[in-house]
């Protein structure tokens, strides 16, 4: 039937002098690499190149093995998704602040907002809308009741 898995086998450890020893190997064989790479000039390089290069050889391992993970079409063809927008950031050099600064539509919309009213208001002053033609009308009829209802009161007073 079935054969058994992983859970009751004995653990194996790794020793630290195992670690130290693989650790070292890598270390010599970067150093090997670059004294080739440089022509022997570099044999007293600086330790901070050394452990650049083993970064790098990790991350250049790590891409390809995900390169080779890709499964089915995905290595053939390369699929990019048009909606992703890709955030690219500036530097401050780059920055360019005495252009036309580009308006979001809401802040569009409550400019032309405020120019309407302001348009209206001015319409408005000078009597053009219906709205102060109304507000005119009543109040020459306002006028003239108070007008009679004064004459009114004179009359009765004489």
Known sequence: GRKGGHKGRARQYTSPEEIDA?????KQKAREEEEQEEGGEGATGDP???KKSLDSDESDEDDEDYQQKRKGVEGLIDIENPNRVIQTTKKVTQLDLEGPKELSRREREEIEKQKAKERYMKMHLAGKTEQAKADLARLAI????REEAARRKE???K
């Open 155 to 157: 009359e009765e007073r």
């Open 142 to 145: 306002i006028r003239k009741q």
């Open 48 to 50: 901070k190149k050394e």
């Open 22 to 26: 693989q650790l070292q190997a890598e």
